[in-house]
């Protein structure tokens, strides 16, 4: 027998399912419990649905929350058909009826999503489409300008009044000036660029017009066009801007990112049907958007061209120039195929491009009118000559070759071709002057007018571009060309290059000037497609957030510009290949201080692999392996969880730690690298325990989440032979480390915590399930579904002698005391899992005001060597804690083994 000094046996620990019951000296069981310190098992509480009906029952594989910048909660639930629907109601309101309207339709053999929150942007990635992106309510816009100009509107105008700052607060003494605005035909409007194409606007108008006027859009497809619907909530008695309000209009679905002021993305032109008030003005403008897919826009740098050739007809040449240099000094003296050509090479389509022409421009037209200060030389047998007293004809723009007509002389009103030039001499053929000396007369070189032929390598040959617009005036001043994107480009290696990439060629009807010299650079854009479908991301970073995006095509994250939801190119943009070479796809992305963790899927015998992606900018970007055998089941399988005591951080209070399933354990990382945490719970992973293991083929199934209201990681597990869905349901208290179970009335597919819309409760925790429904957890006894299950709370002590008989006739339990309800307690021996001397006592006080209850049972001991105790609850409408329990002997003296 085993006597000792009387001590308690506390409700402390966790479960163990890896080694044999008969040598346990602890739980083998603990159920449906939440700890307590410093010991004591408290009944978990129940789940009850969100909404009372559901046009399917089919499984939610993902729950996720916006809060987007206007403060609008948005709960979105993905099902398994790849459909994903928005709540009518925000918790913790229930909702009778359907749990929301959808907002992205199906698709085949999704991923569960992988989410992305960066500036109140939401980014959805689920492998079987291109990622999605939502922009809420309430966003601000990326461009708000005021032109006003004196002329015929640019491409892409050189002037504007910036007023982004002022519309992008809510300070309402900084505001955008609309004074006296005209009509767009008389060259002024103002224009909204947004990150991602808008559904409507929303004006805090400060100082309002009165004057009749209406209000008209237009958005940028390829050239200007009107906006279609436009409901303008701004107008009053047929004037606009005339109160605060939201201007709609039909989504577009042909829009094209564009380049206007200085910056890239989606452009809207609005204008007035007549002149405004004189003292107009907007103190705010936001924008929302729906549900789209995610585009690469450009980021608005200018591109250097690769390479460029000049081919001179001539001499059948070609000169080959890099693109900060090019020399096209007399070109194109004949036009056509058989004509001097400029070829350039991009690395991108492109929509256009932009001239740098330096300090020698194309000379189209130079004239000067001379004040008596002109001399035409008359040089006999020699060459004639003109001289200007202020030497400046090579500044006005004269050189040799030009045609030049003399107006307004006595004798030589003629045209001209000029031999050579000076500052203060022009050189032509003997015998075309008469002497004069000091007269005012003209000289014009006139060779306006030129026109351009631009076209681009489409496989088969060069096809001309559409909608050509010059703003170079023929390589006369700096300016940008453009034209319509064309998807029959095809990248080539032209005239003995080296390099494929996009080719396209110009070509002008008349001749340019002498020492004329180019830089050209390239106005690309991107298809998104190129990367394949969206697989993943992850918003990265603290002051300078960026998304991050993986494909399904490659291992490979694309790092994008910060700020800037869907640019993922430029010189801030980066690419980076993870892992150690295999081709298994990222499936997650987790923020670890102010790095990121790359979690790939596990195939094959090796497994999967982890990164670690470090740096702040293209310079510093850099990975770092972290495991190249373990990876991660799908992307809602991890959690972050802040003040995590690690081994490498004892006392750390602020340490960010990720938790993760792979299909060998439960781990979490640090940053230095992996602890697997599910040793005690093995049974698992374990692959020859059939009956338990994780299930191949449905790693989709599984999640984890953290429950932060009770501080602990729950887990849904899909495991044995036949299960569809997670059936099994794990506790892990981040306080004490040790593992617990769940049962539930419904089976859980996914979790989420979500901010309150409403009520005393700031933070709440959602489940969805497998019939259809979202749960809300931790509310009431009870899980209510369609029929309500009590909560069933067990744990079983076990209570090893070592080969010893232990000698017990009583167990004294203490538990919570209760208004109502009662405990069922119950042994077992020897490891048997039948259980004898049930006997079932009550959780009521026995005197008005104690905290807790003591109750004795008997048992049945014939001194055997290993004992269970089993206590249980599972009462609908009620709850259970158990606090610790002493075995005494026949004797009443306590029993314990040493």
Request: proline share 3%; hydrophobic share 35%.
């Amino acid at each position: 027998m085993i006597r000792n000094t009387p001590k308690r046996i506390e409700f402390k620990g966790g479960i163990n399912n890896i080694a044999e019951r008969a040598t346990l000296n602890g739980f083998s069981a603990k159920n449906n419990y939440r700890d307590l310190l410093p010991y004591g098992f408290e009944q978990r509480t129940g789940q009850a649905r969100h909404h009372s009906t559901t046009d399917v029952a089919q499984e939610v594989t993902r729950l996720f929350q916006l809060v987007d910048r206007a403060g609008v909660r948005h709960l979105y639930a993905q099902r398994v058909d790849g459909s994903v629907h928005e709540a009518t109601n925000n918790p913790p309101t229930t909702t009778v009826g359907n749990f929301g309207a959808q907002v992205l339709g199906t698709s085949s053999s999704t991923y569960p999503a992988s989410i992305g929150i960066m500036d109140n942007y939401m980014m959805l990635s689920d492998g079987t489409r291109q990622h999605q992106i939502y922009a809420g309510t309430g966003q601000r816009v990326s461009g708000f300008i005021v032109y006003k100009g004196s002329g015929a509107i640019p491409v892409i105008p050189q002037i504007g009044e910036d007023y982004t700052d002022e519309v992008s607060d809510s300070v309402t003494t900084r505001v955008a000036p609309l004074n006296s605005l005209n009509t767009l035909a008389n060259n002024q409007f103002f224009m909204i660029i947004t990150e991602l194409p808008a559904k409507s606007f929303t004006f805090t108008v400060q100082n309002t017009n009165g004057i009749a006027a209406t209000l008209s859009g237009q958005y940028w497809n390829g050239a200007w066009t009107s906006l279609t619907g436009l409901s303008d909530g701004m107008a009053v008695g047929g004037a606009t801007i005339a109160q605060s309000g939201t201007v709609s209009f039909t989504m577009p679905t042909d829009d094209l990112d564009y380049y206007q002021f200085g910056k890239s993305g989606f452009c809207y032109r609005f204008a007035v049907s007549a002149q405004i008030g004189s003292s107009v003005s907007i103190s705010q403008v936001t924008y929302t958007a729906d549900w789209q897919a995610v585009r690469n826009v450009w980021s608005g740098e200018l591109v250097p061209i690769a390479e460029a050739q000049v081919y001179r007809a001539n001499n059948l040449k070609y000169e080959r120039y890099a693109g900060d240099s090019i020399n096209i000094s007399g070109l194109f003296t004949t036009t056509g195929a058989s004509g001097d050509w400029l070829y350039f090479a991009t690395p991108d389509p492109i929509f256009g491009i932009y001239v740098d022409t330096g300090a020698t421009p194309n000379i189209t037209k130079a004239a000067i009118t001379g004040s008596t200060d002109i001399s035409f030389m008359d040089g006999g047998s020699s060459d004639d000559w003109i001289t200007w007293q202020q030497a400046r004809f090579s500044i006005e723009g004269f050189e040799e070759g030009q045609s030049i007509v003399i107006t307004n002389s006595i004798s030589n009103n003629i045209t001209v071709k000029a031999k050579a030039t000076s500052a203060d001499k022009i050189y032509v053929e003997t015998g075309k002057l008469t002497s004069e000396s000091n007269k005012s007369a003209t000289l014009t070189y006139d060779n306006t007018g030129a026109t351009m032929d631009f076209e681009t390598w489409t496989g088969a040959g060069y096809t001309n571009v559409l909608n050509l617009n010059d703003g170079s005036s023929a390589f006369s001043k700096n300016g940008y060309i453009t034209m319509s994107r064309t998807t029959a480009s095809q990248k080539s290696m032209q005239n003995g290059s080296n390099v494929y990439l996009y080719w396209h060629r110009i070509q002008l009807n008349k001749v340019t000037s002498r020492n004329c010299q180019l830089r050209l650079f390239a106005l690309p854009y991107y298809d998104i497609a190129d990367f394949g479908y969206g697989q993943c991301n992850s918003a990265w970073g603290g002051e300078s957030k960026r998304y991050v995006i993986a494909s399904d095509k490659d291992p490979v994250v694309i790092i994008g510009q910060v700020h800037r939801p869907m640019v993922f190119n430029g010189t801030s943009s980066y690419a980076i290949t993870v892992g150690d070479g295999r081709a298994n796809r990222v499936l997650a992305m987790a923020n670890l201080y102010a790095d990121l963790l790359v979690f790939q899927e596990e195939r094959g015998w090796k497994g999967g692999c982890i990164t670690m992606v470090q740096g702040y900018d293209p310079k510093t970007f850099g990975k770092m392996p972290i495991s190249d055998r373990v990876g991660i089941v799908n992307s809602k399988a991890y959690c972050v969880i802040d003040g995590f005591e690690t081994p490498n951080n004892p006392k750390a209070q602020a340490v960010p730690v990720v938790f993760f399933i792979s299909r060998q354990g439960i781990y979490y990382c640090d940053g230095a690298g992996l602890v697997n945490i599910s040793y005690e719970i093995g049974a698992y992973f374990d692959t020859s325990n059939t009956t338990n293991c994780i299930r191949r083929g449905y790693e989709n199934k599984h999640w984890i989440g953290y429950d932060s209201s009770k501080k602990v990681i729950l887990v849904g597990l899909c495991t044995g032979s036949s299960a569809t869905v997670a059936n099994t349901f794990l506790v892990f208290d981040l306080k004490t480390r040790a593992w617990g179970t769940d049962s539930r009335g419904q089976a859980l597919t996914c979790f989420t915590e979500v901010e309150a819309n409403s009520g005393n409760i700031p933070v709440l925790q959602y489940a969805g399930s497998s019939d259809g429904f979202i749960y809300r957890l931790n509310t009431g006894t009870d899980d209510v579904g369609a029929s309500t299950v009590a909560v069933d709370s067990y744990a079983v002590y076990e209570l090893d002698g070592g080969g010893s008989k232990i000698h017990a006739k009583t167990v004294q339990l203490r538990s919570k005391a209760q208004s109502a309800g009662n405990i069922t307690e119950s042994v077992a021996y020897n490891g048997n899992t039948s259980y004898t001397d049930s006997n079932t006592i009550s959780m009521t006080a026995r005197t008005a005001g104690d905290t807790y209850r003591y109750e004795d049972f008997t048992i049945n001991n014939e001194l055997h060597d290993h004992i269970s105790f089993k206590f249980e609850h599972n009462t609908a409408g009620e709850s259970c804690t158990l606090l610790d329990f002493i075995l005494l002997d026949a004797e009443g003296k306590n029993v314990f083994k040493n």
